[in-house]
């Protein structure tokens, strides 16, 4: 049987409706958009140190709600993940590869409230000057607070958008 027609191919993948996201919280559920009609789905998702942490065949032909039943993820980690369908016995090969980022679990995250107690109603500006001993190879800034916050790193600004709740 010839499957060059027939052969599905995966165009894009996405997981929780967006693709690449950061800072997620929630377990990860997966689709995907693909040409023909297929008759599985294998999902096989990687650690940064190249731990499998889950590598499945689903019998399914949706293309959505794939939730994510591999080993628990950790605060921060980033996981690698493909999907690939089958035509029926036949495997059609594997996505580009896409990534998603845990956030930091609220149970495992502690914080102090910083505060100015000389608020008069103007928008506060807290400061926090440190240095580094090595080269940075990437970092994440959490913010979580009460109203709008613009970040700047080195005197530039972290993102293009305004109002930033």
């Given at each position: 049987m010839d499957l060059t027609n027939l052969t599905p191919k995966i165009k894009k993948v996405y997981c929780l409706n967006r693709e690449n996201p950061l800072g997620i919280t929630q377990i990860p559920e997966f689709s995907f958009e693909a040409e023909g009609d297929f008759t599985a789905v294998r999902l096989l998702c990687k650690?940064?140190?190249?731990?499998?942490?889950?590598?499945?065949?689903?019998?399914?032909?949706?293309?959505?709600?794939?939730?994510?039943?591999?080993?628990?993820?950790?605060?921060?980690?980033r996981i690698t993940y493909w999907i690939g369908?089958?035509?029926?016995?036949?495997?059609?090969?594997?996505?580009?590869?896409?990534?998603?980022e845990m956030g930091i679990n609220a149970q495992n995250f502690q914080a102090?409230?910083?505060?100015?107690?000389?608020?008069?109603?103007?928008?506060?500006?807290?400061?926090?000057?440190?240095?580094?001993?090595?080269?940075v190879k990437n970092a994440r800034l959490y913010i979580a607070g009460l109203g709008y916050f613009d970040a700047y790193v080195n005197g530039k600004s972290v993102d293009k958008q305004y109002f930033k709740p």
């Open positions: 650690s940064e140190t190249g731990e499998i942490v889950w590598d499945k065949v689903i019998q399914t032909t949706d293309c959505f709600g794939i939730v994510y039943q591999g080993r628990a993820l950790r605060d921060c980690e369908c089958y035509y029926g016995e036949n495997f059609a090969g594997f996505s580009e590869p896409a990534f998603f102090k409230w910083v505060f100015n107690p000389d608020f008069g109603g103007e928008s506060p500006v807290f400061l926090h000057a440190f240095g580094l001993k090595k080269k």
